[in-house]
C-alpha cells in the first residue's frame, strides 16, 4: 500500500483514478475546493482521506503534503477544459500556479513521482497524428496554460530529483463524464430514441476509454526509467469521426431516428484531423488502449442501465425543466 495524493479528484478523470486507487487498496488522500461540486465521489468519500483547499494556494498545498508525505502525487486539478470554463485568470491560477504550487512541495517533501494531466490541445492543429516531440501549438487560453504547466514540469524535473510526468490526455470518454459532453449526451438521447443537435460529421477525435486513461497514470508511475521530465500522449491511435461514432451508437441502441448534421454550429475547437501517437507511451510504460470503441460504449451503456440513479442525473442535466 502506498500514500498517494490527487487533486482534481472530484473531476471526471480523477474520479475514476481514485476509485481505482482504492480499489488497489493504497490510502487516497485528496484536495478539493468544495463539497457541494463532489457528486462523483459521494460513494467513496468516506474511504478517502479529503482536505479542503485552493490548490493555487502554495502555503495551503506545502503544509498539506508535508503532513501526508506520499510516495506518488496525481496532479488532475483544472480549469477551463469545457467551455462554461471562462476566464483566463482561473486557468492560469489553477493550471500553471497550482501545478507549480504542488509541484515545489512534493520536491520539498521527497516525494518520488509525480504525474500531472496535460491536453492533446497543447500540440495545436496538426495534419497528422501528433507526437511529443513536436512545436507545441496551443490553440486556447487554457491549452497555453498546460502547455506552461508541461513546460515547468519538465525543466523542474531536470532541476530536482523528482519524477515528474505530463500525460497529455486525449478524448477520454465513460462513467462519470461531464454529462453535457458528447459521448454521454449522445448516449442518453438515443436511450431515448432520438438525436441531440450535431456538427458536422468529418468532425474527428481520438476516444480513449476512461479505465484505459486511468490504467496509464498508474503504467507512468510504475515505469521507472521514463525520460526526465518526459511527456506522454494518452492516445488510442485511431481516429474516429462524428459520423462514425454516431453511426455505432446507433447500431448498439437500435435507433430508428435519422441523425440531423450541423445543426449545431461549429466550434473554435472542431477539426477535421485530431489523433495522437501513443508509441512513445507504449515503447517506454507498456501501455496502450485496450478497449476499443464499441466496447467502452457499451460498458458505459451498461454503465447506465446498471445504475438508474445516476442515469437520472444525466437526464435531469441533458434535458433541464
Known amino acids: ?12 478523470v480523477g474520479a475514476n483514478l481514485t476509485r481505482r486507487l482504492l480499489q488497489d487498496g493504497h490510502e487516497v488522500h485528496i484536495l478539493l475546493r ?7 465521489l459521494r460513494e467513496i468519500a468516506r ?15 506545502r503544509s498539506w503534503i508535508c503532513s501526508v508525505k506520499p510516495q506518488s502525487a496525481f496532479h488532475l486539478a483544472a ?16 493550471n500553471v500556479i497550482g501545478c507549480a504550487a504542488l509541484l515545489d512541495a512534493c520536491i520539498e517533501a521527497n516525494v518520488e513521482s509525480f504525474v500531472q494531466t496535460g ?10 497524428a501528433a507526437g511529443e516531440g513536436e512545436l507545441l501549438e496551443p490553440n486556447s487560453h487554457y491549452a497555453i496554460t498546460k502547455a506552461a ?3 515547468y514540469c519538465s525543466y523542474t524535473a531536470k532541476t530536482s530529483k523528482i519524477r515528474a510526468i505530463t500525460a497529455r490526455l486525449y478524448s477520454v470518454y465513460g462513467p462519470w463524464e461531464e454529462p453535457t459532453r458528447l459521448v454521454p449526451t449522445l448516449l442518453v438521447h438515443c436511450l431515448r430514441g432520438d438525436f441531440p443537435p450535431l456538427v458536422s460529421p468529418a468532425t474527428a477525435r481520438d476516444f480513449v476509454y476512461v479505465d ?21 500522449n494518452v492516445s488510442s491511435g485511431i481516429q474516429t469521426s462524428l459520423a462514425a461514432l454516431v453511426d455505432e451508437v446507433r447500431s448498439l441502441l437500435k435507433v430508428a431516428a435519422e441523425p440531423q448534421w450541423n445543426v449545431m454550429p461549429r466550434r473554435s475547437w472542431d477539426t477535421d484531423v485530431w ?4 508509441a512513445a507511451i507504449k515503447r517506454d510504460a507498456g501501455w496502450q488502449a485496450d478497449v476499443g470503441l464499441r466496447e467502452g460504449l457499451l460498458r458505459m451503456i451498461d454503465w447506465f442501465m446498471q445504475n438508474p440513479e445516476w442515469l437520472s442525473v444525466y437526464q435531469s442535466r441533458i434535458f433541464p425543466g
Open 212 to 232: 484505459d486513461a486511468v490504467s496509464a497514470l498508474l503504467a507512468i508511475v510504475e515505469a521507472r526509467e521514463l525520460p526526465v521530465g518526459g511527456a506522454y
Open 275 to 278: 489523433v495522437g501517437d501513443p
Open 34 to 40: 468544495k463539497p457541494e461540486e463532489n457528486w462523483r
Open 47 to 61: 474511504d478517502c482521506r479529503i482536505t479542503y483547499g485552493d490548490v493555487s494556494d502554495r502555503e495551503a498545498v
Open 79 to 94: 480549469y477551463g477544459a469545457y467551455s462554461y470554463q471562462k476566464g483566463l485568470e482561473q486557468m492560469i491560477a489553477t
Open 149 to 151: 504547466a508541461t513546460h
Open 119 to 128: 491536453s492533446s490541445s497543447e500540440y495545436g492543429y496538426k495534419d497528422h
Open 1 to 12: 500500500m502506498k500514500r498517494v495524493v490527487v487533486t482534481g479528484a472530484s473531476g471526471f
